[in-house]
């Protein structure tokens, strides 16, 4: 019987959300975040291929929870602050790359969009401090 509680106890526990565990995971300090290209003031005519650039950290996919490692999310035009105590959100402006890419074919608008990069932690969340670029501007003809 002893053993069956045990049982029930450890599946109820595995069970229950990790995101508590995960969430806020410090960053290296030594660890940068940037882009290769393009860089701010850039024009571009059309689409175009975004490179991201990452030092001191690992980049790994979505659910890979290694110390100093996690995966790059590609802000386009935001301007509100990220909730460190959430997962970073995905949509047409927060763009996910959980495969492990450090690039991208971006086809944006013509006009001026911002770009930021953000690293995410094995289940989105932002590392704390925050990880992130620079805010680029790049103007798209």
């Excluded at 045990?6 to 969430?23: C, E, H, I, K």
């Excluded at 086809?107 to 590392?127: C, I, M, N, R, S």
């Amino acid at each position: 019987m002893k053993i069956v509680r045990l049982t029930v106890l450890a599946a109820a526990l595995m069970s229950m959300p990790s995101t508590a565990w995960t969430q806020g995971k410090p960053a290296a300090k030594d660890g940068l975040l940037y882009f290769i290209w393009p860089q701010t003031g850039a024009t571009i005519k059309g689409g175009f291929w975004c490179r991201f650039g990452l030092r001191g950290m690992g980049v790994t996919h979505a659910g890979d929870d290694f110390q100093n490692s996690g995966h790059h999310h590609l802000l386009v035009d935001v301007n509100e602050p990220l909730n460190a105590n959430e997962p970073i959100p995905q949509d047409k402006n927060h763009l996910h790359f959980g495969a492990g890419q450090t690039e991208t074919r971006l086809e944006l608008q013509p006009g001026k969009h911002t770009l930021q990069l953000v690293l995410g932690d094995a289940k989105h969340y932002p590392f704390n401090p925050p990880l992130v670029s620079d805010k680029i501007t790049v103007t798209i003809k």
